[in-house]
Nanobody, 117 residues
Framework: QVQLVESGGGLVQPGGSLRLSCAAS????????MGWYRQAPGKEREMVAI???????NYADSVKGRFTISRDNAKNTVYLQMNSLNSEDTAVYYC???????????WGQGTQVTVSS
């Protein structure tokens, strides 16, 4: 059974930082491209950051220079370091695992991030 379990969300003040984690099980983690997505109230889900199985990264323009995605294949975990948070970063953050060659696509249950004073 495939599981993606996010953690690390919460309430943070503007300008603060959070580190999200997504622990994967039931997949061969190292062959999957991993991503973080977010969905704010009333808005569509959007890509935040992606890290490929080879370690290449891609970021949404809105988070470039503030967020960093990384992965630890030994721990089957992907991280999202979020700095300089602002109210527009408030959303539910989802972890995604994709292996196009295998036709596999999995989502986590999401973790809430709220940026507010």
């Amino acid at each position: 059974q495939v599981q993606l379990v996010e953690s690390g969300g919460g309430l943070v003040q503007p300008g603060g930082s959070l580190r999200l984690s997504c622990a994967a099980s039931g997949i061969i983690f190292r062959v999957y491209d991993m991503g973080w997505y977010r969905q704010a109230p009333g808005k569509e889900r959007e890509m935040v950051a992606i890290i490929t199985s080879g370690g290449s990264t891609n970021y949404a323009d809105s988070v470039k220079g503030r967020f960093t995605i990384s992965r630890d294949n030994a721990k089957n975990t992907v991280y999202l370091q979020m700095n300089s948070l602002n109210s527009e970063d408030t959303a539910v953050y989802y972890c995604r695992a994709v292996a196009l060659s295998r036709g596999r696509n999995y989502w986590g249950q999401g973790t809430q991030v709220t940026v507010s004073s």
